[in-house]
């Protein structure tokens, strides 16, 4: 038999090992409404991967209406990666709007009807990081 001292513990300890759940799982669950999902019209170049173990990178869709924030890093050059946004943007009908170059930086900014995307690529210590933020764009009245 359980003493109650012990026994409220033990329902303590298991109440909170069920609530927890996993960096990953929490990222997917439907009923946060924030995961870290990449939208189908996003391009990441080969070779970048998606950083979301300490919620890096999140996103949410609701009819309509689509915010983002993904950080990727990985081996291939700014220039490089850039032109491949190049290249592949415009076949998801994604109009380049806007690019800043840096030293070892380059801001790419694209457009589509309501939406706006903007790549923050940056170079360091061998690594390139790459930012995208995504977001519908609200209409001024």
Known sequence: MIMPGRGRALLLLTCLVVACKSPETAQRSPESGVSAVQFQDLVVPDGMRIQDA????????EEGWRFGHFVYSGQPKVEDACAHLLLRMPQHQWRLVKDDQAATSRRLRFARGRYSVEYTLDRQDGVTQMTIDYRTEIEQK
Do not use: A
Not at 54 to 61: D, G, K, T, V
């Open 54 to 61: 300490n919620h890096e990178s999140h996103s949410r869709e």
